[in-house]
């Protein structure tokens, strides 16, 4: 998955994301080994992967101005931890389903939001143009 990302060109690319998926894997898969105990609880090794990675997503995303910039990436790194989690916890299946969801998301909605959504800096109607936004913002 950081293929797409480091193809176009996004701060966090196939080694970032290999390391949320090894490491969130490494996390969940060593809170199952018996050697910690009946203590270990798997829920809350996930909810502590989850909030680790939180932290690294909002790190990617950065406000220029008006514009909001990496969206998709901090989204990828939230789902990579997601299916490291997934085969640290033994749920091969869902891990390779969920990276072949992923992946056609990442590669197939691109240029269908290009071909059949206009203007898509401009989501919101109200919003004003592009240049009066930044104009504003700089002063």
Same mark, same amino acid.
């Given at each position: 998955?950081?293929?797409?990302? $480091?193809?176009?060109?996004?701060? +966090?690319?196939?080694?970032?994301? %290999? #390391?949320? +998926? @090894?490491?969130?894997?490494?996390?969940?898969?060593?809170? #199952?080994?018996?050697?910690?105990?009946?203590? @270990?609880?798997?829920?809350?090794?996930?909810?502590?992967?989850?909030?680790?990675?939180?932290? #690294?997503? %909002?790190? %990617?995303?950065?406000?220029?101005? @008006?514009?909001?910039?990496?969206?998709?990436? +901090?989204?990828? !790194?939230?789902?990579?931890?997601?299916?490291?989690? %997934?085969?640290?916890?033994?749920?091969? +299946? =869902?891990?390779?389903?969920?990276?072949? !969801? =992923?992946?056609?998301? #990442?590669?197939?909605?691109?240029?269908?939001?290009?071909?059949?959504?206009?203007?898509?800096?401009?989501?919101?109607?109200?919003?004003?143009?592009?240049?009066?936004?930044?104009? $504003?913002?700089?002063?």
């Amino acid at each position: 998955m950081g293929t797409e990302r $480091e193809f176009r060109g996004h701060v +966090a690319g196939m080694k970032t994301m %290999a #390391l949320i +998926a @090894v490491g969130s894997s490494m996390f969940a898969s060593l809170g #199952l080994e018996s050697v910690f105990g009946n203590r @270990v609880d798997p829920t809350r090794i996930a909810a502590q992967i989850v909030s680790g990675v939180g932290f #690294l997503g %909002a790190g %990617a995303i950065l406000r220029q101005g @008006v514009d909001v910039r990496g969206l998709t990436t +901090a989204a990828s !790194i939230w789902v990579v931890a997601s299916i490291g989690m %997934a085969v640290g916890f033994g749920y091969y +299946a =869902v891990a390779i389903f969920t990276t072949f !969801i =992923v992946l056609v998301m #990442l590669i197939a909605i691109r240029p269908l939001e290009n071909r059949f959504i206009r203007n898509r800096k401009y989501r919101r109607h109200d919003d004003p143009p592009l240049d009066e936004r930044r104009t $504003e913002s700089m002063s």
